[in-house]
């Protein structure tokens, strides 16, 4: 069990970079409900951001990505509108033990 960071450092409506073991992530926090996804955009292959810890939309709706704008539903990955429309982010599993984020 490999932990992330504390839970409670990802603020309702925000989004966070981490990096573990080589692989890089991004964790959302959206209605109290996290989600985890590999930081990869489907469209190239590439991370999702300019400006670290910046994923979301300035509606904080979506994630976005910052190369071409592809939006993508917090609550599942599915991009909704941009070059890879109908491709998902993909989920990573985790739980929160004792707090931590834990890979799973
Ligand atoms: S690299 Fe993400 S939309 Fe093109």
């Not at 926090?29 to 810890?53: A, F, M, T």
């Not at 993508?72 to 033990?97: K, N, S, Y």
Request: proline share 4%; aromatic share 6%; charged share 25%.
């Amino acid at each position: 069990m490999t932990a992330l960071c504390a839970a409670e450092s990802i603020e309702d409506n925000s989004s966070k970079g981490l990096q573990i073991d080589g692989r890089n992530l991004i964790a959302v926090r959206k209605r109290g409900q996290l989600y985890l996804y590999e930081n990869s955009c489907p469209h190239r292959s590439i991370p999702l951001e300019w400006v670290p810890d910046q994923f979301l939309d300035t509606d904080k709706h979506y994630i976005q990505c910052a190369t071409h704008g592809a939006l993508f539903r917090i609550e599942d990955g599915l991009c909704i509108t941009g070059p890879c429309v109908d491709d998902h982010l993909t989920a990573v599993a985790f739980e929160v033990r004792d707090g931590m984020i834990c890979l799973s």
